[in-house]
Structure formats: structure tokens, C-alpha cells
């Protein structure tokens, strides 16, 4: 018998995360765009959509979910704005901008006070983690349990086209409008990866051991109360 949980999925954008997720269990989606929530809501019917600042929501929300997915805005952790900002002159960013630190926010809340399994995702960030992180694919992730390795094909975000990116993410856009498309697709995590960490949050503490998230994160030179409790 499948466990039925109720999960949140904070800045939702389009779905990517959630893709291969089925319809077993009962999932809250939170996303502040109204354009962007209502094409994620064409494809995922059955979840509750909500229009809403994800920050704030999980604030008031976050014991009313047995997983949560977060996935904060990512520009000002990304390797590929700092570089830009500093070495290209043909782009209208500021030099230097402050991290958003609602990334740290949410993952001491969770890690603090939330009793289910929670996941924080966002870039590989152009600085070394405040926080241990577990790094696959292209992403870094804050996890209460060991994310096990997968292999998958590289996104190529920084030369595919939306026609790639449609086939790799598996999203059709073709008959919406007004929304910037590829932004939409590459904020996408890979179906694949997020089937995965489900079924990795699923397996529970149970099967996984501090000892593999601490080889994880051993030669990065973290204290052991920076590790996620597991």
C-alpha cells in the first residue's frame, strides 16, 4: 500500500519538481506568478494551486504537510549572474547584490521545527554553502534525509533552445502567451531528480544513516552541527 502524504511545493512555477509525482498524494502548490500557477494547474488538475507568497506561506503553514519542496528564487546564488555581472558589459545587472538569505530562512525553519521530511532546493550557488548541502545534477539541496545518487543527462540550460527545453522537461507551452517561456522551463527541476528525491524522502531515516550524508559533505570541511539532522 502506497503512503498518502500531503505535500507542499513552494515556488511551483510550472511544475517541473512535481511532474512524476502521480496522483497518490494530496499536493498544495504555491506560486506567486497568477499566469504561471495556471499552467500549472492545466497540467496538474488534481493539486490545489494556490496564488501566494511562498515565504510567507510556509511561515504559517508548514505543520499542516508531511513533505515539503521549496525551491527559492535562485539569481542571486547563481554562478551564471555573479559572472555576468561582473565580467560582461552588455547586460544591465548591478555589480554586486546581496544573496537573498530567505534561502537560509527556510531551510533553519524546516530544519528547526518542521517533524516531516522536507527538501530545499536551489543552484549550485557561486559561494560555498552556508549550510552542508547535498549537490546533484545542477542543484544543491537541503534534505532531513540522504538524497542517494542518480545519473541523468546534463540540462544544458545555458545553450538549449525552448524546443529543447520542452522535450528535456517535458512541457508543451506551445499555446500560452505573454509568459517568458524559457525562464518558465529552466527553472524546472528534472522530473526524473524529483521523482527521486520523493521516493529517497519516502524510504525515510530508516534505510539512510547520518554516516552517508556526512561522507557526502566530508571533504568540504563543515562542523557537524551544520549537517541536516537525519
Known sequence: MKTKLKILNLY????????SWGNDHNITAIEINPKIAKIYKDFFPNDKVIVKDAHKYLLKHFKEFDFIWSSPPCPTHSRVRKNCAMNRKDIALPKAKYPDMKLYEEILLLEGYFKG????????????PLIAAQER????????????????????????????????????????????KK???????????????????????KQQTFEALRSHVKNQNYQADLLPAL
Request: proline share 1%; charged share 20%.
Open 12 to 19: 511551483a512555477g510550472i511544475g517541473g519538481n512535481r511532474k
Open 117 to 128: 521530511k522536507y527538501c530545499v532546493e536551489n543552484v549550485i550557488a557561486w559561494y560555498k
Open 137 to 180: 545534477q545542477r542543484h544543491y539541496f537541503w534534505a532531513n534525509f540522504y538524497i542517494s545518487e542518480i545519473k541523468l543527462e546534463p540540462d544544458h540550460i545555458c545553450g538549449g533552445s525552448i524546443d529543447y527545453f520542452q522535450k528535456n522537461f517535458g512541457f508543451d507551452l506551445s499555446k500560452y502567451n505573454k509568459i517568458n
Open 183 to 205: 525562464l518558465a522551463l529552466t527553472n524546472c527541476v528534472n522530473y526524473e531528480l524529483g521523482e527521486h528525491i520523493l521516493n529517497c524522502a519516502l524510504k525515510g531515516a
